[in-house]
């Protein structure tokens, strides 16, 4: 039986993330980190409630096979660069770094397409420096997912992606071939794709863009 750990999962593809690792006889525990306490019980969860700055402090308490960052935000919503990447740089590879202290093998995680160091697009960029970071510490296993735009319900309202979101129903079916990748994706497909691939035993890194990550979800049945 397996512990999993779990960050960033009140969000749109954590939320999913969570329910399949739950519903997963291979884990007997999930411990799930939130600045606030979690809202769902269930006899497998048990939740450290903490910031994220401080989360060197509970690193006895992070022992875990599997470890799933879900961790994201957008810098209107985070208000500044500095914060954004706070968030999407220093919070992932923190919790990468003690947990792998502590054990862990698998590290699985959420990117972006278009994720480069090099990239002169601030968001893109400091998705790269993760991915670049992420490597560096020698997990066993390393499962980068890189979505496109995701679509489902998010806690808060972000006007611009609910505008893309509608744009892309548009457009989804016009995106055929090499332009598949750049197809909006659900956040469950992505959770799907993370759990799926936690499962599977291999080692090294691993890296999916959009249209793989689909893929998964559409021949889970076969």
């Known amino acids: 039986m397996k512990t999993a750990v779990i960050a960033g999962a009140t969000g749109l593809i954590g939320k999913f993330c969570l329910s399949y690792l739950l519903m997963d006889k291979n884990y007997s525990k999930v411990i799930v980190i939130s600045r606030r306490p979690f809202p769902m019980k269930d006899p ?6 903490c910031e994220f700055d401080n989360l060197a402090q509970y690193a006895s308490q992070l022992k875990a096979d599997d470890v799933f960052c879900c961790l994201g ?12 990447r706070k968030v999407d740089y220093e919070y992932p590879l923190s919790l990468a770094r003690i947990t792998k202290q502590q054990g862990a093998k698998k590290y699985i ?15 893109n960029k400091v998705k790269g420096e993760l991915e670049d970071s992420l490597k560096q510490l020698g997990f066993n296993v390393l499962h980068i997912f890189q979505p496109s735009l995701l679509t489902g319900l998010r806690r808060e309202f972000r006007l ?19 332009l598949k990748k750049y197809k909006s ?3 469950m497909v992505v959770a799907y794709g993370m759990h799926a691939k936690a499962q599977e035993e291999q080692q090294g890194v691993f890296t999916y863009p959009s249209n793989v990550i ?6 889970r049945i076969q």
């Open 44 to 49: 497998k969860l048990e939740n450290i409630v």
């Open 73 to 84: 935000t957008t810098i209107a919503v985070a208000g500044s660069k500095e914060n954004f």
């Open 160 to 178: 611009g992606e609910r505008i893309a979101q509608t744009m892309m129903k548009v457009f989804n079916p016009l995106l055929l071939g090499s």
């Open 109 to 123: 995680v959420v990117s972006a397409m278009g994720a480069n160091a090099n990239a002169t697009i601030f968001y």
């Open 214 to 219: 689909q893929e998964l979800f559409d021949n």
């Open 185 to 187: 994706i659900e956040g």
